[in-house]
């Protein structure tokens, strides 16, 4: 797993209705489902091909209260205890404690400083398996934080997982939108200052490669979610949309085809 300590290595998403948010996103993004078979825990394992992408999960019993459904993105460590005690010295929050997942491995739920919500992973001894090639469909292409303040937020980032700078897109009075990957590697990810027209507090949020965007946008309808706004060109060719869920959790989707 050393390939991906300080990449995101999974992504969750936490709902008020796990089979109807099963049945969504295998038909707007194209994954094939299959129950983990962890004893005693409904956890659905979401695949494109036969790589496993992401988790969905019922909300736990112990979440704040009036939290919202959403996507919960978990960066890959070496050790999960030193590197919330690491986080934590830079300013961030532990909002979970680090602790097993039996068989699995280890995690913690962190703030970093201005609030946005992110998890650590590490395993026990196994790793990930094989990675999907950058741009399947069904991958998640991209990693995105509003964030507080974008250069404290990049101090804070980098210095935490080793993150570089890739290109940086001047967004007008929006500033500067940074794209980052892991030493030097290809970016994964992007972050700028969150607007203060946009009434959350900052968070993180994902994209999932679909084949086409405009065909991605009528199985979101044909499904009861909602898009915020799109289909949008970003620089690079791409095309995005920014979507609800039926049960109110933020999503997003991305093709290199309109």
């Known amino acids: 797993m050393a390939d991906v300590f300080g990449t995101f290595v999974w992504h969750e998403l936490m709902t008020t209705d796990l089979a109807a948010a099963t049945d969504f996103y295998t038909k707007v993004v ?13 956890y659905t394992l979401v695949y494109a091909g036969e790589q496993r992408v992401a988790g969905l999960m019922n909300m736990p ?17 070496e050790d999960t205890d ?6 934590a010295s830079k300013g961030a929050t532990i909002i979970e404690q680090p602790r097993d997942i039996p068989g699995v491995g280890r995690f913690a739920v962190i703030a970093d400083p201005h609030g946005a919500v992110f998890s650590l992973f590490s395993t026990d ?14 991958q998640v292409g991209w990693n995105e934080l509003m964030a507080g303040e974008v250069n404290s937020a990049w101090d804070f ?14 967004m007008g009075e929006m500033g500067v939108y940074q794209t980052f990957g892991l030493s030097g590697g290809t970016a994964f990810g992007g972050m700028m ?32 979610g909602q898009i915020l706004m799109g289909p949008m060109e970003v620089p690079g060719g791409s095309w995005i949309i920014n979507c609800i869920d039926p049960q109110g959790a933020h999503f997003n989707l991305v093709s290199m085809k309109r």
């Open 125 to 138: 001894g196994g790793d990930m398996g094989p990675q999907l090639p950058p741009g399947s469909n069904g």
């Open 30 to 42: 194209g994954w094939r489902a299959a129950d983990s078979g962890m004893a005693g825990f409904d």
């Open 82 to 87: 030193k590197a919330a005690a690491d986080v």
């Open 157 to 170: 980032y980098s210095s935490a997982f080793g993150w570089t700078k890739d290109m940086a897109v001047d």
């Open 61 to 77: 019993e112990d979440a704040a209260p009036g939290m919202p459904p959403c996507w919960v993105g978990y960066i890959g460590v």
């Open 193 to 224: 200052t969150k607007s203060e027209e946009i009434p959350s507090p900052p968070y993180w949020g994902y994209y999932f490669n679909v084949d086409a965007i405009d065909a991605a946008v009528e199985r979101v309808k044909a499904g009861g």
